[in-house]
């Protein structure tokens, strides 16, 4: 527990120090709640930048303590309104960490977030400890963004924290930054109204969902969209930025951010909102637009060849499985926020809420959307529009031209920037915007707030979490164990609490797998078993008719002494299976 907050904190306090000293350098004299994805941003892009460098991690986080340091002191005699800042903000993370934190309550412990629901938690472990050793892995050839993994060895390195742990705090902290972010739409509203607002928007449903099967990468492209949408908004309209040259130099670093993390299909989202944004304003502010392309090209360079590389990765092949985790296709009205299952995979009507509440729940937020739309069209929400224009055509694409995985984190990607559409109908009410006014007596709002609400906090108290520890030779195991039957006795902490069959089913795909309690196993496997595999020294006739054939702490591997015929009586663990869970 310790471990994960402290790594959360590391994470929020770096991003926030971070992204305000950023802004201050472009002359922001006051805060700005865009703080969070800019400093983000950074924070990948340094930490994927001098992880191989000598020091590794150790260097990382000298650096980024040091740009911390840097960062408060650019900012802090600017900024005059800290404690108005202080008010919102410190609710807003509180309540997010409180959210964000429901997984680890209900489940009782610490651990990977998503085991059972989404395995690929486990090559992000692999990948960052092979970085963490200085060794190339799979995704590091492919040209795979590793800039979050990076800021894990980082955290490993550097303040001893576990890479498990390291992953669930910035996971966490992203779910504190994205409302904070949000904050920054609702500028003219009370804190009664602006709050909880930004709780919604920073973490609807469907991010909520992509949260509890551990998937940090797609709610860190949600933030950054909605990040580089409001850094538009506030280039355009807030007065103070509007005079200043570099003002379009925070949405740059935000597009910087978000290749090192999410590499270049990051940039179809904030390349297609910026070119729609053009084209919807009247005016071309030449200058600060090549300002802060120059800035956005020097940040990227470096990852150019790796991003080009990055283009053969499977997950784009539209002839592939594509099914991922998935079920089946998502449906797009899960993206509105009114879904009310704890599982966003399963299609209406087959959890324990009938069909009809969906599609009521559906029908009542889209035209609560249609409306919102409508009146930002009214107001010239132009950074709005254009953002919501470009995910609803990068969807549209995906659903017809790729597949129902990458359909679906599309959705995900889309989800904060509907609610803020819904949401925008508040805007009616600030000081500035009174060209439309919320439907009726705002009953409306608070309805879908309510249920929205109600079916992320579901999402979230959903979220298995699986062991608390990770070792990547387990999976080293995985080509010596795959033509013959293996029995797994695992702890009974790991099956009972700790999703451990699933885990290790994942971990060991591809082979003939049994998994049982150690506490169950009083007798020698059936015949044609070949390997055990256990952390128990103390079974009996493990050294009778076993000896011991690798050390892969903490696990031990046995082999029988006699070869058994055949391909033995466990199951063949395919990873189609293992991918989608029970």
Same mark, same amino acid.
């Given at each position: 527990m310790i471990a994960t907050y402290s790594a959360a904190l590391a994470a929020i306090v770096a991003s926030l120090a971070i992204g305000q000293g950023a802004l201050a350098l472009c002359g922001m004299r006051r805060w700005s709640w865009l703080a969070p994805p800019v400093g983000l941003g950074l924070l990948g892009a340094i930490s994927w930048g001098t992880a191989r460098l000598p020091g590794e991690g150790v260097l990382t986080a000298a650096l980024v303590a040091a740009l911390v340091v840097g960062g408060v002191m650019l900012w802090l005699p600017r900024v005059g309104d800290a404690r108005e800042a202080l008010s919102v903000g410190a609710p807003v993370g509180l309540l997010a960490a409180a959210v964000g934190s429901l997984p680890f309550l209900v489940e009782g412990h610490f651990g990977i977030l998503g085991t059972g629901f989404n395995p690929d938690m486990s090559q992000h472990l692999l990948a960052t400890a092979r970085l963490a050793d200085g060794a190339e892995g799979e995704l590091l050839r492919q040209g795979y963004p590793l800039g979050p993994h +990076?800021? !894990? &060895? +980082?955290l490993n390195d550097g303040f001893g924290i576990g890479l498990v742990q390291g992953f669930g705090g910035l996971t966490l902290a992203v779910a504190v930054l994205a409302p904070l972010t949000a904050l920054a739409a609702f500028r003219d509203l009370p804190p009664s109204r602006r709050i909880p607002a930004a709780l919604l928007v920073g973490l609807p449903y469907l991010v909520a969902s992509y949260y509890a099967q551990g998937s940090f990468k797609e709610a860190m492209q949600a933030l950054f969209?909605? =990040?580089? !949408? %409001? +850094?538009?908004?506030e280039a355009s309209r807030n007065p103070e930025w509007h005079v200043l040259p570099l003002r379009f130099v925070p949405a740059a670093l935000i597009a910087v951010g978000s290749v090192y993390v999410y590499s270049f299909p990051g940039l179809l989202w904030l390349g297609g909102a910026l070119v729609i944004w053009l084209l919807l304003e009247r005016t071309l502010p030449v200058r600060p637009l *090549? *300002?802060?392309l120059a800035v956005f090209l020097i940040g990227v360079l470096p990852e150019l060849g790796r991003m080009i590389d990055f283009q053969r990765f499977e997950t784009f092949d539209p002839s592939g499985p594509g099914l991922g985790n998935l079920f089946g296709q998502l449906?797009?009205? #899960? +993206? %509105?926020?009114?879904?009310?299952?704890g599982d966003f995979r399963l299609a209406p009507g087959d959890g324990a809420v009938p069909a009809a509440v969906y599609y009521l729940g559906a029908a009542f937020a889209t035209a609560l959307l249609l409306y919102g739309l409508m009146c930002c069209w009214r107001r010239f929400e132009t950074a709005i529009l254009a953002g919501i224009t470009a995910a609803v055509g990068l969807y549209v #694409?995906?659903?017809v031209g790729g597949t129902p995985y990458t359909a679906a984190k599309a959705l995900e990607i889309a989800a904060p920037l509907v609610t803020l559409s819904i949401l925008s109908l508040l805007l009616g009410t600030g000081r500035v915007w009174r060209v439309c006014s919320p439907i009726g007596d705002k009953g409306a709002i608070a309805a879908y707030w309510l249920a929205a609400a109600g079916c992320s906090l579901l999402a979230f108290a959903n979220a298995p979490v699986g062991p608390t520890e990770y070792s990547p030779r387990l999976t080293g195991l995985r080509l010596l164990i795959a033509a013959?039957?293996?029995? !797994?006795? #695992?702890?009974?902490?790991?099956?009972d609490e700790e999703q451990g069959e699933r885990y290790l089913a994942w971990e060991l795909r591809g082979g003939r797998v049994c998994i049982e309690r150690e506490r169950e196993k009083g007798a020698a496997p059936p015949p044609g078993v070949r390997f055990v595999l256990t952390i128990d020294t103390s079974v009996r006739w493990l050294r009778r008719d076993f000896e011991l054939r690798r050390v892969a702490l903490p696990y031990l591997l046995w082999e029988r002494r006699s070869d058994p015929p055949?391909? =033995?009586?466990?199951? %063949?663990? #395919? &990873?189609?299976q293992a991918r989608q869970g029970p």
């Open positions: +990076a800021l !894990v &060895v +980082a969209l909605l =990040g580089f !949408v %409001l +850094a538009l908004r *090549l *300002l802060a449906s797009p009205f #899960a +993206a %509105l926020g009114i879904w009310p299952s #694409a995906a659903r013959d039957s293996t029995l !797994v006795l #695992a702890p009974d902490r790991l099956i055949g391909q =033995g009586p466990c199951p %063949l663990i #395919a &990873v189609r």
